[in-house]
């Protein structure tokens, strides 16, 4: 059975910390590794990484993908209040249906 | 539209009754998704729509839980005889085509509370 576990479930900093954020998958035929951020209901898209070692950034934040281990990191760089909210991990493998296996989150709190 | 459309926004309904969520996608998608969000947890997966094929349904949890699409656009998912476990937050995405790329969008989703 396909699974996605983010770990830490939660997360404390201050403004201005950098943090990353880590997914591990275990998924039948991989196919794509997908990050979103939750602030509210809908989450909003943020990364999709198909290919090992090639870093995606945009802005402050940056995510990685290492298809050998099985995980990959959001960095955020000088978080702002902003940034609080679900980070949501996800993957998605060929075969079968095209659904999406979710984690369960990591809760993001920025202090100013 | 210019989003994924769901409504209600909320809907608070008594233990036993039948409830109807309701998704409308963004025009042209031919993929559509429900996934529901219980407090605290990830997103679980439901049911998926592709075009005129037959619906995968592999994530719904019981048979008081059902979906359907009409005319390849509005989707709705019933559930009968509601349990105070299927409190959670229904939430709809549509996409272009096949698998999950950036064109994958979500709605505001429903919050469902049963007392």
């Known amino acids: 059975e396909d699974k996605v576990v983010q770990s830490p479930l939660s997360l404390v900093v201050h403004e201005g910390d950098t943090v990353t954020l880590n997914c591990s998958y275990e998924?039948?035929?991989?196919?794509?590794l997908l990050w979103y951020k939750q602030e509210k209901k809908a989450p909003t898209f943020l990364f999709m990484l198909?290919?090992?070692?090639i870093e995606k950034k945009s802005g402050r934040l940056s995510s990685i993908l290492d298809k050998k281990e099985l995980f990959s990191i959001l960095n955020i760089t000088a978080t702002q209040t902003g940034d609080s909210a679900v980070y949501l991990c996800?993957?998605?493998?060929?075969?079968?249906?095209?659904?999406?296996?979710f984690g369960q989150g990591t809760r993001l709190t920025i202090n100013p | 539209g210019a989003g994924v459309s769901q409504s209600p926004s909320n809907k608070v309904t008594e233990k036993g009754k039948d409830v109807e969520l309701r998704c409308d996608p963004i025009?042209?998608?031919?993929?559509l998704y429900w996934y529901r969000q219980s407090l605290g947890q990830g997103l679980e997966f439901l049911i998926y729509?592709?075009?005129?094929?037959?619906?995968?349904k592999s994530g719904l949890p019981s048979d008081r839980f059902s979906a359907e699409r009409t005319g390849g656009s509005v989707s709705t998912l019933t559930i009968q005889r509601t349990q105070q476990e299927d409190s959670a937050v229904y939430l709809c995405?549509?996409?272009?085509?096949?698998?999950?790329?950036?064109?994958?969008?979500f709605g505001q989703g429903t919050r469902l509370t049963v007392v």
């Open positions: 995405a549509s996409s272009l085509d096949r698998g999950w790329s950036t064109e994958a969008f």
């Open positions: 998924v039948t035929n991989f196919r794509s």
């Open positions: 198909t290919s090992s070692g």
């Open positions: 996800a993957v998605e493998g060929i075969q079968g249906a095209q659904k999406l296996v």
């Open positions: 025009s042209g998608h031919t993929a």
């Open positions: 729509f592709q075009g005129n094929s037959a619906p995968d």
